[in-house]
């Protein structure tokens, strides 16, 4: 570690509106998709809509085959669903779509909603690449940002209260910023703010100071400053696993094909031990 910078709580303010007044959640009766309900379900908060969403395609190969499951089961799933999300007092609406496959169907009906959540990948990020699960597809195809949910351990009330935001220091970036201070705000949350100082690094340590100091004025539950050196990818997800955090936010590129190889958000959605929230350039 380069450096660490630790805040005292600041001065209470007024908690803002819901970043997201819309999400979509893809729900196939897995743990981590009732993650991702219960997770997307927080954001919107009171007053928000939430829409889950079953593809019950069918089909004997490809995308339909791995996404099938019965109308009936995606009943119960969807009515197991609904009951999760109705704690966070979201309105809450069900679909059922028998067409597939299940891939296209949940990208095309993410570009209606501010996020969409989805249950975080279990393979590797290789995999992910070979497979094309929708969790990785959706970062190279849709603008909308992507939670991609694990489960929170010692249940959703601890969702979002330590929240590492991965910063390259760009002027982007302080949008993120902002996101997380209004997710943390909330729920008396502390936020880490995390830099990595490898080959594509900003090299703008003011700029860190800048955003740190901004985390330390709006939140009341605290916030750090760590500058790391090293691959970005790595030290997220080690800082990420030793902070105890329970949600990353950070930017995602829209990488695909041979140039999501590279991805740095990408490979952290895969290998992070708890929920990642990607936001694309264009919903900064």
Not at 89 to 98: F, N, R, S
Not at 226 to 240: C, K, S, Y
Request: charged residues 20%; glycine residues 10%; hydrophobic residues 45%.
């Amino acid at each position: 570690m380069e450096g660490t910078i630790t805040s005292q709580p600041g001065p209470d303010a007024p908690a803002p509106d819901p970043l997201f007044q819309s999400a979509l959640c893809g729900v196939d009766g897995t743990l981590r998709s009732y993650a991702a309900v219960e997770q997307a379900a927080a954001l919107v908060g009171a007053g928000g809509r939430l829409t889950l969403l079953a593809v019950t395609a069918t089909g004997s190969a490809g995308e339909s085959r791995s996404a099938a499951i019965s109308p009936k089961r995606a009943e119960r799933v969807l009515a197991h669903a609904r009951q999760l999300a109705r704690h966070a007092g979201a309105d809450v609406t069900t679909e059922i779509e028998p067409e597939g496959p299940a891939q296209r169907v949940i990208l095309e009906r993410a570009a209606d909603h501010d996020l969409l959540a989805l249950g975080a990948p279990w393979i590797s990020w290789l995999g992910g690449l070979i497979l094309e699960g929708v969790a990785s597809a959706a970062l190279g195809a849709v603008r909308t940002p992507v939670l991609a949910a694990r489960a929170v351990p010692g249940g959703i009330e601890r969702f979002a209260e330590r929240i590492l935001l991965a910063s390259d220091a760009s002027d982007e970036s302080d949008e993120l910023v902002e996101m997380a201070i209004a997710m943390a705000l909330p729920r008396s949350g502390h936020v880490t703010l995390l830099h990595v100082a490898g080959v594509e690094s900003r090299s703008r340590p003011h700029h860190i100071e800048a955003q740190g100091a901004r985390l330390a004025d709006a939140l009341t539950g605290g916030s750090e400053v760590r500058v790391e050196v090293g691959d970005p990818d790595d030290e997220i997800v080690d800082v990420a696993g030793v902070g105890g955090n329970t949600l990353v936010v950070m930017g995602s590129r829209r990488a695909s094909g041979v140039s999501a190889l590279g991805s740095v958000s990408r490979k952290v959605l895969h290998n992070a031990h708890c929920s990642v929230l990607l936001v694309p350039p264009g919903d900064r």
